[in-house]
Every structure is written in structure tokens, then in C-alpha cells.
């Protein structure tokens, strides 16, 4: 059983950066694809950054391109995004998520939450 725990959220004035870190535990032999989601209340779960079981990042949704970057350290159990240049509209509570990789599913930020079926409890990012 897979459990993700996630840090380093707070609060950051405009232009500011944070690192946050996601400790996975009872990893199986499964290769797993990670993610970074967010959420603000009242809309859904979005996907911005995912990096496959290689540790290439994968993709990025567009708002993120540039001022975010997906990383992980499989020595560790821990994978990471370091938040660049941030600003309001990245407010929000971010998870991590890790989906085991399988034919026919892209790990991909298109892919949504569909095949992420391990989430941590979710860090907030207040940006203001």
C-alpha cells in the first residue's frame, strides 16, 4: 500500500519560490508514474506536472511551463516540484500522486486524475 506524504507548502509574496517535497512509502515493484495536482475550492483536481518511472519529466500544463519543474530522487522515495516566479493564481492545495505505469495509459497531465490511484493529504500554497 502506497502512501505519499507531502511538505514545503506556505505562504510567498508575487515573484517568490517554494520547493515541495512528496516522501513515498510501501512502493511495490510496480513502476510507478508521479504528479503533481493542485485544487482551489470549487473546481477540480488539475494535473500540472507529471514525470514518469525513468524520471523524465513528462509534461506540464501551460501555466506552469518554465516557472516549475518536476523532479525525483528514487534513492530517497521522494519526489519534488520547485515553484519559481509564483504568483496568485498558484494559490492553492497541492498533491502529489503516483500512478503504476501501464499499456495504454499516458502518463501525461492530459491524462487527468484517471490511473493516479495513490494520493497524499495535500499542502497549501498561498500566494500573496
Not at 67 to 83: G, H, P, Q
Not at 88 to 107: F, M, S
Request: aromatic content about 10%; hydrophobic content about 30%; some cysteine.
Amino acid at each position: 500500500h502506497v502512501q505519499l506524504v507531502e511538505s514545503g507548502g506556505g505562504s510567498v509574496q508575487p515573484g517568490g519560490s517554494l520547493r515541495l517535497s512528496c516522501v513515498a512509502s510501501g512502493y511495490t515493484r510496480d513502476n510507478y508514474c508521479m504528479a503533481w495536482f493542485r485544487q482551489v475550492p470549487g473546481k477540480s483536481r488539475e494535473a500540472i506536472a507529471t514525470i514518469d518511472s525513468r524520471g523524465r519529466p513528462t509534461s506540464y500544463i501551460d501555466s506552469v511551463k518554465g516557472r516549475f519543474t518536476i523532479s525525483r530522487d528514487d534513492a530517497r522515495n521522494t519526489l519534488y516540484l520547485k515553484m519559481n516566479d509564483l504568483k496568485p493564481a498558484d494559490t492553492a492545495t497541492y498533491y502529489c500522486a503516483a500512478g503504476t505505469e501501464k499499456r495504454g495509459w499516458l502518463c501525461a497531465v492530459s491524462a487527468g486524475t484517471a490511473g493516479f490511484g495513490y494520493w497524499g493529504q495535500g499542502t497549501q500554497v498561498t500566494v500573496s
